[in-house]
């Protein structure tokens, strides 16, 4: 049997075609970044993990596992993926390491952010 990839229409726009495919080629590195971040954020602990540290610029594991509710060695165990995704970094200040997500990652994961907190606007005070 032959396998032929071309469109049985009649009017293909090959034009179009070979736009799109340029298009994909030459945004190939920011579609490879960007689905390895979301791969990262669609873990919804990790993703938690991204808004807090958004909402509060930096958190140590402790202030996360707090919040969380989840054990230490947990919370470390999301901090090294994303520390090894390149999605976060760390500051070391005494004993204690804080994490803090890079400004070029953030740029991606705001507009994520923002549909969250719009969907639970925060209550006024009277």
Do not use: W
Not at 55 to 74: R, Y
Not at 83 to 93: E, F, L, P, Y
């Amino acid at each position: 049997m032959e396998s032929n990839q071309s469109c049985i229409r009649v009017y293909a726009d090959k034009v179009q075609i070979n736009n799109c495919r340029e298009t994909l080629q030459s945004n190939n590195k920011a579609f490879s970044q960007l689905s390895g971040l979301l791969a990262l954020a669609g873990n919804e602990v990790r993703l938690k993990i991204l808004f807090l540290l958004e909402e509060e610029n930096e958190l140590c594991p402790c202030d996360l596992s707090d919040i969380l509710g989840m054990s230490i060695p947990a919370i470390s165990q999301h901090l090294r993926k994303l520390k090894d995704g390149n999605v976060i970094k760390a500051r070391r200040s005494g004993q204690t390491i804080f994490y803090s997500l890079k400004p070029e990652q953030l740029t991606l994961l705001r507009p994520f952010f923002k549909i969250i907190t719009n969907k639970n606007p925060k209550k006024e005070t009277v």
